[in-house]
């Protein structure tokens, strides 16, 4: 059973950057995608960002591309996301997950964080 706990979440202002970081608890070899999710009050959860095993392939919702960057590092069992020129519509609960394929799509994440709440002040 795979494991993921998230960290690296706040409050920041408009403009700002923020960096979430996401161990997980077994080796983060080329067996797992990692893929990181959001959650907004009243929404559903959507999709974010992915990375697959050799970091080879990376995954961007078109709302966080080029202003988000997924990267992971195997030897620490860790995936981050920088997350630059944040706006208030990003606010929600930042959450990691692991799937067994290369994929974009929620339904094939089969393992998931408790989450962290990312606050993004106007």
């Known amino acids: 059973q795979v494991q993921l706990v998230e960290s690296g979440g706040g409050l920041v202002q408009a403009g700002g950057s923020l960096r979430l970081s996401c161990v997980v608890s077994?080796?983060?070899?080329?067996?797992?995608?990692l893929g990181w999710f959001r959650q907004a009050p009243g929404l559903d959860r959507e999709f974010v960002s992915a990375?697959?095993?050799?970091?080879?392939?990376?995954f961007y919702a078109l709302s966080v591309k080029g202003r988000f960057t997924i990267s992971r590092d195997n030897a620490k069992n860790a995936v981050y996301l920088q997350m630059n020129s944040l706006k208030s519509e990003d606010t929600a609960v930042y959450y990691c997950?692991?799937?067994?394929?290369?994929?974009?799509?929620?339904?094939?994440?089969?393992?998931w964080g408790q989450g962290t709440q990312v606050t993004v002040s106007a």
């Open positions: 077994k080796s983060a070899s080329d067996d797992y995608t």
């Open positions: 997950a692991a799937s067994r394929t290369i994929t974009d799509s929620i339904g094939s994440y089969t393992n």
């Open positions: 990375i697959s095993g050799s970091g080879g392939t990376t």
